[in-house]
């Protein structure tokens, strides 16, 4: 890669869209780790896309890439989780990522093979503030509007609000403002839902 093609993808991508795994020099296991919740975050936070740096293995035993590999892996599993809308090879050591609505992830199929979302913390809705507790309640009536319950009953409200609660908690980065990011991610399903 040429200096011109990283100063064009320094300004399309910027710091704040790029996982450079290469520098980081995970193993293949704490790549998965990192990639997929930094993923997520950005998904969260409403990236339309972002740059994964994975490098081509040159330096590595018979210039084979674990990393490289264990992304090519991660990739479509979190395609049908609806984390990301979809992926493209970059350069032969980078990926394209392109990211699904933040509403995505209330429709993800469960799959065998995958482990569920860890289940919500906490495991109800009373230690939050009351603004993101609003903030869930409009998501949800908004929500069940979609699937045409325009008149949920409490019951129903409250079930929609803790599965969209596991949803997004599930994409929320550890030891971050995971409340504030919330609210963050709560704001921007609301617009895709009144957008769409």
């Not at 093979?113 to 939050?128: D, F, M, N, Q, V």
């Amino acid at each position: 890669m040429t200096s011109l093609d990283r100063a064009f993808d320094e300004l399309r991508f910027g710091g704040q869209r790029t996982l450079n795994l290469r520098a980081l020099q995970p193993t293949a296991l704490q790549a998965t780790a990192l990639a997929e919740q930094w993923l997520r975050e950005q998904q969260v936070l409403g990236a339309d896309e972002a740059l994964v740096i994975t490098g081509r293995g040159n330096n590595s035993v018979d210039g084979y890439s674990p990393v490289r590999e264990a992304i090519v892996r991660l990739l479509p599993s979190l395609r049908r989780r609806n984390v990301i809308a979809g992926y493209a090879e970059h350069t032969p050591g980078s990926f394209v990522v392109t990211f699904a609505p933040v509403t995505a992830l209330f429709e993800t199929p469960k799959r065998r093979r995958e482990k569920p979302a860890p289940p919500p913390r906490p495991s109800s809705l009373h230690g939050l503030d009351d603004e993101t507790v609003r903030q869930l309640r409009d998501v949800a009536v908004l929500s069940l509007a979609v699937l045409g319950v325009n008149s949920p009953t409490r019951a129903q409200l409250e079930d929609e609000m803790l599965r969209q609660f596991a949803a997004l908690t599930a994409a929320l980065p550890e030891g971050a403002d995971r409340e504030a990011l919330l609210q963050q991610a709560l704001l921007r399903a609301a617009e895709e839902y009144e957008a769409g």
